[in-house]
């Protein structure tokens, strides 16, 4: 595939089972949550609750002191080939890591792994009691048909204002079916695939980031001309 693009280009890449295999919410749920969280999932696909309704409530049945969940969340397992990617597009864009999950978690399985450097935007996770969590909605935006307690589609056209440049969306569910609608470019994975083949979005079906990287190198990059006195 042969693409130009100015530079800088805006990378927005979700993480629950794109930068990381494995959904760590589900997870998180699994290990350290009252079993009445299915009953809450299952309000939530029936359409009786929000999804913002569903994970605050969900969170609040957690039980795990902080050092158990530190714990946890450093023993997420993330895309090995991640790190490679993230090394080649850092010296021509902008990369973020925007997610419907919980900053708390990413922001602790990034650097576990040495990975730093650029922002993450998730739900905030705070501790109200030595071993209860509750869950807040900083970027939540009311009028975002997505329903999702982050709202990707805003995210991706703040960057975009801030720092120019094309959007690329590295996604593979859900959440990041809003925002594929209006990114210049989508690599899609699992269900997201399934979303663009059903609206007509194009997209480039990936499984892994070494895929990504050897995409984004057939791209030719150009720098767009500044003008001078």
């Keep these: 595939m042969y693409r130009t693009y100015w530079n800088q280009m805006i990378f927005i890449i979700d993480f629950d089972g794109t930068l990381s295999p494995e959904d760590t919410v589900d997870k998180l749920l699994e290990h350290h949550a009252d079993p009445l969280w299915h009953e809450l999932e299952t309000d939530w696909l029936a359409g009786r609750i929000s999804a913002v309704e569903c994970m605050r409530e969900?969170?609040?049945?957690?039980r795990a002191d902080r050092i158990t969940l530190g714990k946890f969340f450093q023993d997420i397992r993330l895309d090995p080939h991640f790190s490679g990617f993230w090394q080649y597009v850092r010296e021509f864009s902008m990369l973020a890591v925007v997610s419907d999950g919980l900053d708390y978690g990413i922001k602790a399985a990034l650097r576990s792994a040495g990975l730093s450097g650029f922002p993450v935007f998730a739900n905030q996770l705070d501790f109200v009691a030595p071993?209860?969590?509750?869950?807040?909605?900083?970027?939540?935006?009311?009028?975002?048909?997505?329903?999702?307690?982050?709202?990707?589609?805003?995210?991706?056209?703040?960057?975009?204002?801030?720092?120019?440049?094309?959007?690329?969306?590295?996604?593979?569910?859900?959440?990041?079916?809003?925002?594929a609608g209006i990114a210049?470019?989508?690599?899609?994975?699992?269900?997201l695939i399934t979303h663009c083949e059903d609206q007509g979005i194009s997209h480039i079906a990936f499984e892994d980031f070494s895929e990504v990287l050897n995409v984004v190198k057939t791209w030719q990059l150009e720098t767009p001309c500044v003008a001078t006195a």
């Excluded at 210049?184 to 269900?191: C, G, I, L, N, W």
């Design 184 to 191: 210049d470019t989508v690599f899609a994975k699992s269900s």
């Design 131 to 179: 071993d209860q969590l509750s869950l807040s909605f900083p970027h939540l935006n009311a009028d975002c048909r997505s329903g999702n307690g982050v709202c990707k589609c805003a995210i991706a056209k703040q960057l975009a204002a801030q720092h120019g440049g094309p959007i690329v969306l590295v996604g593979d569910g859900k959440s990041d079916a809003c925002l």
């Design 58 to 62: 969900q969170v609040g049945l957690v």
